[in-house]
């Protein structure tokens, strides 16, 4: 299986900031992978596919970059509704999620 | 638009089984697979299997095998998730997703709200 291990667990950061999330691969899955932001209660919301392509709807400040082991997601300049929980997915073998990374308000 | 609809909750039994459907609308059902995720009280998202909704092929996580199986039925648009030999473990939020480019392995663009299944005596 591939493992994926996101980093850091917890992030402290203030409106304004700009922020960096890393996930790291296992083994190599070439561009698979996807960032999602989670709220409590609520279904995760889809961020970036294939690395660092946009979805539709999700504002510009969010940009995610990486292939083969190493990814990040940035987040240019936190607004307050960005403070929630990150993951990232690969799905290059099946699927698997990091096990996320909480932002808070510092 | 767009939509996966769970039912809220289930209370099950230890060593029981729970089936949780997921009515999908707003597109062709077949285009596209059916993922299954869950999440325990306070922890991550853990991929259960998917499904393809074209042809009935399905992949199941390991750690799973054997105690789970994801069906569909074409003629009402609508993807089940069964678990057997529930365990407290089990407790979680059980989400169903769809792949997001089609039938294999994808991202998910559109999640249900999510069925949380507890599993006590």
């Known amino acids: 299986d591939i493992q994926m291990t996101q980093s850091p667990s917890t992030l402290s950061a203030s409106v304004g900031d700009r922020v960096t999330i890393t996930c790291r691969a296992s083994q190599s899955i070439s561009t698979w992978l996807a960032w999602y932001q989670q709220k409590p209660g609520k279904a995760p919301k889809l961020l970036i596919y294939k690395a660092s392509n946009l979805q539709s709807g999700v504002p510009s400040r969010f940009s995610g970059s990486g292939s083969g082991t190493e990814f990040t997601l940035t987040i240019s300049s936190l607004q307050p509704d960005d403070f929630a929980t990150y993951y990232c997915q690969q799905y290059n073998t099946y699927s698997t999620f990091g096990q996320g990374t909480k932002l808070e308000i510092k | 638009q767009v939509q996966l609809v769970q039912p809220g909750a289930e209370v099950k039994k230890p060593g029981a089984s729970v089936k949780v459907s997921c009515k999908v609308s707003?597109?062709?059902?077949?285009?596209?697979?059916i993922h299954w995720v869950r999440q325990a009280p306070g922890q991550g998202l853990e991929w259960m299997g998917w499904i393809s909704a074209y042809n009935g092929n399905t992949n199941y996580a390991q750690k799973l095998q054997g105690r789970v199986t994801v069906t569909t039925d074409t003629s009402t648009s609508t993807a089940y998730m069964e678990l057997r030999s529930l365990r407290s473990d089990d407790t979680a939020v059980y989400y169903c997703?769809?792949?997001?480019?089609?039938?294999?392995?994808?991202?998910?663009?559109?999640w249900g709200q999510g069925t949380l299944v507890t599993v006590s005596s």
């Open positions: 707003g597109y062709t059902f077949i285009d596209h697979g």
């Open positions: 997703a769809r792949g997001r480019g089609g039938d294999g392995y994808y991202s998910y663009d559109y």
